[in-house]
């Protein structure tokens, strides 16, 4: 069974910080690319980042390139997110999701495993 547990979210202040993880089973990680997702209420699910297996290739929203930076440690069969200078449009619920592939691709549909998710609010 795949398992995504996703930590790290909470309350911050506008142009704050917070770091995301998300921890996968190990046999279900290292050779697949994996994402960052967001759904604000009443909202789609929108693509914010992605990573190939082997940690050459990233992919980003436009709203949050140069803020946000992702990244993975294989070893610890785990995913992060880095989000800087966070404005209130930020404010969603995060998730990862691990692609059954390793190229990196920006549609949800692509993704066939996800976490339970994380809040990130950020107030203005």
């Known amino acids: 069974q795949v398992q995504l547990v996703e930590s790290g979210g909470g309350l911050v202040q506008t142009g704050g910080s917070l770091r995301l993880s998300c921890t996968a089973s190990?046999?279900?990680?290292?050779?697949?690319?994996m994402g960052w997702f967001r759904q604000a209420p009443g909202k789609e699910r929108e693509f914010v980042a992605a990573?190939?297996?082997?940690?050459?290739?990233?992919l980003y929203a436009d709203s949050v390139k140069g803020r946000f930076t992702i990244s993975r440690d294989n070893a610890k069969s785990t995913l992060y997110l880095q989000m800087n200078n966070l404005t209130p449009e930020d404010t969603a619920v995060y998730y990862c999701?691990?692609?059954?592939?390793?190229?990196?691709?920006?549609?949800?549909?692509?993704?066939?495993?996800w976490g339970q998710g994380t809040q990130v609010t950020v107030s203005s």
């Open positions: 190990r046999r279900t990680f290292s050779g697949y690319a």
């Open positions: 990573i190939s297996s082997l940690p050459g290739s990233t």
């Open positions: 999701a691990r692609r059954g592939y390793s190229g990196i691709r920006d549609q949800p549909r692509e993704y066939d495993y």
